[in-house]
């Protein structure tokens, strides 16, 4: 959008860092192997068949992510990830 603070660039880099710093804090009770990348992922997957919302919902998804909602997609994934071997 024309006359927006940010450009894509920076946009990518200010959900990188909150997904990283997501990490940590699950890291920091206990949860040893999560990284940025799995915060997204674990997020965003529910964008694909609506589409990206607003930045603000990005935020809030992203903080208000819980341990049960991020392990739960984590077994999913895993189940689903057999096909990919």
Not at 31 to 52: A, F, N, P, R, T
């Amino acid at each position: 959008m024309a006359g927006d603070d940010f450009g894509e660039e920076q946009l990518n880099e200010a959900i990188e860092s909150l997904c990283q710093s997501k990490a940590e804090e699950f890291r920091l009770i206990g949860y040893e192997h999560v990284s940025g990348l799995d915060i997204w992922e674990c997020v965003s997957q529910k964008y694909e068949k609506e589409g990206y919302p607003p930045l603000h919902q990005m935020v809030n998804d992203i903080l208000s992510l819980k341990v049960t909602q991020f392990m739960n997609y984590m077994t999913i994934s895993a189940y689903r990830g057999s096909r990919f071997e």
